[in-house]
């Protein structure tokens, strides 16, 4: 039987990387899903190309007009929210002495501001029973050189989770995070590191993770299907990591 049979999800930054995996097995196991992204050209490349009954919708995740627009064009099309994946977030690095203004307010807007105004967009529309996951890092647990920035907007998202999941017990909706480790996915190639740098960090990561390599984004999917279906249902408050036991060895 398929877990999310006649589901409604939403899973923002959905054009690449762990979103796009995500949507790909929640469609597989019978969910309605509502990809976003912030580019129309790539979101009309996915146009007819995956199986199963979805919605693709423009929407920048800083943006909380766009989150409203988002949360009315769901309902609009599939009715009420079953599973929320915030998700979409952008990797930047910048050692102190180095942090410009503007990356710092980039970074919040669309890792912490963004993920908790769709969720103000859509709490009146989530399902009892409902599950919100989000999406946080290793990076918000461990002190790792030029992620000041971007590290704490993942602990701010992980405070966030804990807040939310108290807020919402009473209407059974459960609220956590996955926590992934190094992933392979296209973030890698729209930072504002070289390649060099790029190379230098997950050679030096790589051998830090316990299971000595890059995780993949089916594994992280995989993780957020678990916490979106009633196989957690007793879950919520959770981060649940998936880096090869980085943070936890
Ligand atoms: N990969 C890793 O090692 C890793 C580790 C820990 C946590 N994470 C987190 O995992 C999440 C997914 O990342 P990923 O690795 O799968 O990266 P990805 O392939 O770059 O996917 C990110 C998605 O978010 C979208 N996005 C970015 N900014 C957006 C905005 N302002 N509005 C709407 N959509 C936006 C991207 O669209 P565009 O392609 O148009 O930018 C893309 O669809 C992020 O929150 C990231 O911080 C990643």
Redesign the pocket.
Known sequence: MKKLENKVAVI?????????ETAKLFLAQGAKVVL????QE?LDALNGQLEGDYLLVK????SISDSKKLVNQTVEKFGKIDILFL?????KAAPAGMIEESLFDEIYN??VK?PLFTVNEAVSQLNPGGSVIF?????GVKGMPGVSVYGSS?AAIRSIVRTLAAELAPQNIRVNAVS????E????S?TNLTEEQIGGFSEGVSAQVPLGRFGK?VEVANTVLFLASNDASYITGAEVPVDGGLAQV
């Open positions: 923002t930054g959905a054009t690449s990387g762990m979103g796009l976003t992204g912030r580019s790539k929407a920048d995740a800083a998700n979409a977030g952008i990797f669309i890792n963004g999406n946080t890092s290793v990076s993942k992934p480790g190094p992933i996915t296209p973030i890698w729209k984004e």
